[in-house]
Nanobody, 124 residues
């Protein structure tokens, strides 16, 4: 069983930055693929970024490419999402997800584990 706890959300002005963290419990953290999704009110949850267990594969949604960076520290059992040049349309609840069932499953939103979410609000 894996528990995921997100932190780092908040209110920021457009153009600002935030770093989200996702602390994971459980064993074999380096075998977990991880990812971030987000959901704004009235919309479906959408893919933001994912990272393989080794950190070598990191796809991004087109909407965040070049502004967001996903990373992980396997020694700390923590994943990160660095968000720069934030825009009001980035406002959403951000969810960490992870799973042992393959990188593609995480990227496609089919991973076994999800965090409770952290709110990011970007003011104009």
């Amino acid at each position: 069983q894996v528990q995921l706890v997100e932190s780092g959300g908040g209110l920021v002005q457009a153009g600002g930055s935030l770093r989200l963290s996702c602390a994971a419990s459980g064993r074999m953290f380096s075998s977990l693929a991880m990812g971030w999704f987000r959901q704004a009110p009235g919309t479906e949850r959408e893919f933001v970024a994912a990272i393989s267990g080794s950190g070598g594969v990191t796809p991004y949604a087109d909407s965040v490419k070049g502004r967001f960076t996903i990373s992980r520290d396997n020694a700390k059992k923590t994943g990160y999402l660095q968000m720069n040049s934030l825009k009001p349309e980035d406002t959403a609840a951000y969810y960490c997800t992870a799973g042992y069932n393959g990188f593609a499953a995480v990227r496609d939103g089919r991973a076994n584990y999800w965090g409770q979410g952290t709110q990011v609000t970007v003011s104009s």
